[in-house]
């Protein structure tokens, strides 16, 4: 069965960094893109970023473009999300997932399956 675990999450002061890893079991990460997510608490879920299979192509929504990095790693079968400079908006419940298809469609969460629990990202002073 497809699984995948995010971890990395906690609290951090604004402009403060963390680092998300979403690590699969059960299946290979290189065959899929993998999005990640947040909800903030009322909102909805919503895309952040994305990796093609092979890590040649990242997408970033613009409120986090230039502050969060994705990245692969493909010994260790896990996604990174680099977040620096954090700010209270990023506060939210972070999940990872996979696509279904061959392309990265952030704003369609349809596209994407087996999703993780979440791991909390609270940025606060």
């Known amino acids: 069965q497809l699984q995948l675990v995010e971890s990395g999450g906690g609290l951090v002061q604004p402009g403060g960094s963390l680092r998300l890893s979403c690590a699969a079991s059960?299946?290979?990460?290189?065959?899929?893109?993998i999005g990640w997510f947040r909800q903030a608490p009322g909102k909805e879920r919503e895309g952040i970023s994305c990796?093609?299979?092979?890590?040649?192509?990242?997408k970033y929504v613009d409120s986090v473009k230039g502050r969060f990095t994705i990245a692969r790693d493909s010994a260790k079968n896990t996604v990174y999300l680099q977040m620096n400079d954090l700010k209270p908006e990023d506060t939210a419940i972070y999940y990872c997932?996979?696509?279904?298809?061959?392309?990265?469609?952030?704003?369609?969460?349809?596209?994407?399956?087996?999703w993780g629990q979440g791991t909390q990202v609270t940025v606060s002073s």
């Open positions: 997932a996979a696509g279904l298809f061959r392309s990265c469609v952030l704003a369609d969460l349809r596209t994407f399956g087996s």
């Open positions: 059960g299946f290979t990460l290189d065959y899929y893109y």
């Open positions: 990796i093609s299979s092979n890590g040649g192509s990242t």
